[in-house]
């Protein structure tokens, strides 16, 4: 079974800090995304990457960045914490190619007060 | 435009009853199609791929029309566990990023 995991499920920060949100992936999956989920909007990527250091800017980029130093591993850096950014993250891991299943992590409620 | 266009519902039927969903997008360079399942609180899951061919699996069917952008899924006799939401996904390119509709919601009454 394919398991994506991120490191909390509930995160409450405040204004100005920053933020590491990590997933970690067991299937040796390339690929890797992180996406927010917001009511009324929808899922929207931010960052994703296909090989290691390797990054490429998703939708909504700005405020974000991101690190994947190893293959399992994918980190999302809120660099100075926002209100605007109180949301629900989505980490997701696949194969390359166009018929590769996406593989979502359990997601982190993120509150910045 | 949005790329990936949904009815939000929600869809409120009785168990037993045929749903269909419909989903348009914008890219006529898409590639790929997916159906998507995210229940309430939970992560998204994959339900099925959609090819031009038309494809079925138990009470779930998905449709593609290419020329007309248009995607559908429609499930018969519909359980109380068919409860949720039903995202509409296409990717482009090499396939390497989804582009998710916002969902359409399910709930399957007694």
């Known amino acids: 079974d394919v398991k994506v995991t991120q490191s909390s499920r509930y995160l409450v920060k405040r204004t100005g800090e920053k933020v590491f949100l990590e997933c970690v992936q067991d299937m040796d999956h390339e690929n890797m995304f992180w996406y927010r989920q917001d009511p009324g909007l929808g899922l929207r990527l931010i960052y994703f990457s296909y090989d290691v250091k390797m990054k490429e800017k998703g939708d909504i980029p700005e405020g974000y960045s991101v690190s994947r130093e190893k293959k399992e591993r994918f980190s999302l850096i809120l660099e100075s914490a926002s209100t605007n950014q109180t949301s629900m993250y989505l980490c997701a891991s696949s194969n390359p190619g166009p018929t590769g299943e996406q593989y979502f992590g359990p997601g982190t409620r993120l509150t910045v007060t | 435009r949005k790329e990936v266009e949904q009815d939000p519902g929600p869809f409120n039927v009785p168990e037993g009853a045929t749903v269909a969903f419909n989903c348009t997008y914008s890219n006529s360079a898409s590639q790929s199609f997916f159906w998507y399942r995210q229940d309430c609180r939970k992560e998204p899951k994959l339900l099925m791929s959609?090819?031009?061919s038309g494809n079925e699996d138990g009470r779930f069917t998905a449709q593609l029309n290419r020329a007309s952008q248009y995607i559908s899924l429609l499930i018969r006799d519909s359980k109380l566990s068919d409860s949720a939401t039903y995202l509409c996904?296409?990717?482009?390119?090499?396939?390497?990023?989804?582009?998710f509709g916002k969902g359409t919601s399910l709930l399957v009454t007694p």
């Open positions: 996904v296409v990717t482009v390119n090499s396939g390497y990023a989804l582009n």
């Open positions: 959609v090819y031009s």
